[in-house]
């Protein structure tokens, strides 16, 4: 099947699929006339990088998890420390995306919102020092 078919099957862009080819990951036969001809298992595989793409596995651990795919003598403790590995991942980014939050909200809650130019938002931003901010403060009223 051509490219465009391989696409809406797996729910993948053209674009996608022939980078996939580009770095080794599918490998489609080709047509006398040097169209890609993709074949089931070629689909397979696409729908199998379609679906780890969605759980944010990178193209590496793709790499790694379509070779275990492939091979039916694999340990299953292989998949799942890769899965541990990418779900300790998961959290060290859940914890920094909830730091940054804090901060965020902090700043949120300090900025009046108003009229006035002063801003604690813009100021983190730009470095401003806490005691200059304080000095700027009184200055202003």
């Known amino acids: 099947m051509n490219i465009g078919t391989a696409s ?4 993948l862009p053209a674009k996608t699929i022939r980078y996939y080819e580009e770095i080794g990951l599918v490998e489609p036969c080709r047509t006398g006339n040097g169209y890609r001809d993709f074949s089931e298992a070629d689909i ?22 379509l070779s275990l795919y492939q091979d039916r003598n694999r340990a299953s403790a292989d998949v799942k420390a890769l899965t541990g590995t990418k779900i ?11 730091s940054l939050k804090r901060v965020l ?37």
């Open 105 to 141: 909200t902090t700043l949120m809650d300090a900025c009046h919102g108003d009229d006035r130019p002063e801003c604690p938002i813009i100021d983190d931003l730009a470095g401003v020092p806490a005691s200059r901010k304080r000095d700027v403060r009184s200055k202003s009223f």
């Open 88 to 98: 300790r991942e998961i959290d060290r980014k859940i914890a920094e995306l909830m």
């Open 8 to 11: 809406e099957m797996s729910l």
């Open 44 to 65: 397979e595989r696409l729908k199998f990088l379609q679906r780890a793409r969605s759980l944010g596995f990178s193209i590496e651990e793709c790499r790694e998890l």
